[in-house]
């Protein structure tokens, strides 16, 4: 069977008008997943995404930079246990 439908239609000829837009019902992505899991819902994600594009990164590191020289302890431990968490939250045993 040949498909001539013109690919930029919303809907093809033997989809309902009732379903879903295919963008609109894909699966959300790694970080979308993870923010809607901790309670975040596509508002906040959206709000959350325009956010990002206000960043000025390299003021963010030269910030993150200063504020690790002056709390070397603390950013070590925060270190520390992140890498522990993510050791005891992998799925994968260690030998």
């Known amino acids: 069977m040949v498909d ?18 295919h ?3 894909r699966k959300p992505g790694a970080l979308e997943g993870v923010l809607s899991r901790i309670g975040l ?4 994600i959206e709000a959350l995404n325009g956010k990002m594009r206000d960043l000025h990164v390299p003021q ?9 020289r002056n709390n070397g302890g603390l950013a070590l431990g925060g270190l520390a246990a992140a890498v522990i968490g993510a050791g005891l ?4 045993p260690r030998r």
């Open 23 to 25: 963008a609109e019902a």
């Open 4 to 21: 001539n439908v013109n690919p930029t239609t919303q809907f093809h000829p033997y989809q309902p008008m009732t379903d879903t837009p």
């Open 41 to 44: 819902d596509n508002n906040q």
């Open 60 to 68: 963010q590191l030269e910030s993150a930079r200063t504020w690790v």
């Open 89 to 92: 939250l992998s799925r994968r």
